[in-house]
């Protein structure tokens, strides 16, 4: 008998890696689409509400803490500055007078 011809039982691992890599599972080719979608779907929704978008951000409104008036994209940043917390601590709290009714019984 002829010990040339005979396989191995056991595969070479390099066989079964490449099988391995080369086929795609269908939750990654269907994560895949949903993922291209959802860009697309993005993409285009800021191109037809960009004006609508930008003009919220660019918006000037006051500072509730300090007044001081700044764009509604930077006010969270402007709360953390130096500026708005000095202001903060200098700004008297203003104090409301409530009244209680009372009865005679």
Do not use: W
Request: charged share 20%; proline share 4%.
């Amino acid at each position: 008998m002829d010990n040339q011809n005979i396989e191995s039982p056991v595969a070479s691992p390099t066989s079964s890696v490449s099988s391995i890599s080369s086929t795609a599972s269908p939750t990654s080719v269907f994560l895949s689409k949903e993922k291209e979608y959802v860009k697309n779907y993005n993409k285009n929704y800021y191109l037809k509400n960009k004006d609508a978008i930008l003009g919220h951000l660019l918006q000037r409104v006051n500072c509730e803490l300090c007044g001081k008036e700044v764009s509604f994209q930077r006010l969270t940043y402007h709360k953390n500055t130096s500026l708005c917390l000095r202001k903060r601590k200098n700004k008297k709290p203003t104090t409301t007078t409530t009244t209680t009714a009372t009865t005679n019984i």
